[in-house]
């Protein structure tokens, strides 16, 4: 039974350029959670996904950022066009129900971007 | 403003020792907390959970305090060990929403041999 898998460990774009970020729950998982760590920081909320849904985005930059969790296939963190403002540890998470219900979220072992 | 606090950036503590690790929060709506231990490079990994119809859960060496009336939760790890040595992150939510975690910015432990 496979953890979350985050892919890849490590992804460096130049300024402007697109990154892709993917991320498969683990199995029976169908809540998935974004967050990321600027260094020396906390883990930030970005946004929450059940299939095909955007449940709660409250956390994620209003431009250049966006997230989908497609009925087939991982979850998709995308940042247009980045800026080195963009540099930081993206982790997932999934959970078996909401969070609402108690239920503990596992996470991936994230995604360094390092934009240059 | 932040949610849920941990004042204390960094512990050190002597192996065999007990380690308590605090956290406040401010939202009284919130009724389910986490512990999160997290070593560099890698994901944070599910320690020990609590909700607020307790005051205490244990789990072999790792215990979590719950003081509702004063918003406060605390991590003991008893005794402490070297490998305990990693960031600790206390997380929040409301059961019943569809609201997401909150974690607070963690707390680095030192565990000296």
């Known amino acids: 039974n496979a953890g979350v898998m985050q892919n890849p460990r490590h992804l460096v774009r130049r300024r402007g350029q697109e990154a892709r970020l993917r991320c498969s729950p683990m199995k029976g998982h169908s809540h998935v959670y974004w967050y990321r760590q600027l260094p020396e920081e906390g883990l930030k909320f970005m946004v929450y996904?059940?299939?095909?849904?955007?449940?709660?985005e409250s956390g994620m930059p209003k431009e250049r950022f966006s997230a989908e969790f497609p009925k087939e296939g991982p979850s998709i963190l995308r940042i247009q066009q980045v800026v080195r403002g963009d540099s930081a540890a993206y982790f997932c998470?999934?959970?078996?129900?909401?969070?609402?219900?108690?239920?503990?979220?596992?996470f991936g072992q994230g995604t360094r971007l390092t934009v240059v | 403003d932040q949610q849920v606090k941990q004042n204390s950036p960094s512990l050190s503590v002597q192996e065999g020792r007990i380690s308590i690790l605090n956290c406040d929060y401010t939202n009284s709506m919130f009724d389910y907390f986490l512990w999160y231990k997290k070593y560099p490079a890698e994901g944070p990994t599910f320690l020990i959970s609590i909700s607020s119809i307790k005051d205490k859960n244990e789990d072999g060496r790792f215990t979590v305090f719950l003081n509702k009336s004063a918003k406060h939760l605390s991590l003991h790890i008893v005794p402490s060990q070297p490998g305990d040595s990693a960031v600790y992150f206390c997380?929040?939510?409301?059961?019943?929403?569809?609201?997401?975690?909150?974690f607070g910015k963690g707390t680095k432990l030192s565990v000296k041999p």
């Open positions: 996904l059940q299939k095909e849904n955007i449940i709660d």
């Open positions: 998470a999934s959970s078996p129900s909401p969070p609402g219900t108690g239920s503990v979220a596992f």
């Open positions: 997380a929040a939510s409301v059961i019943g929403s569809q609201g997401n975690l909150i």
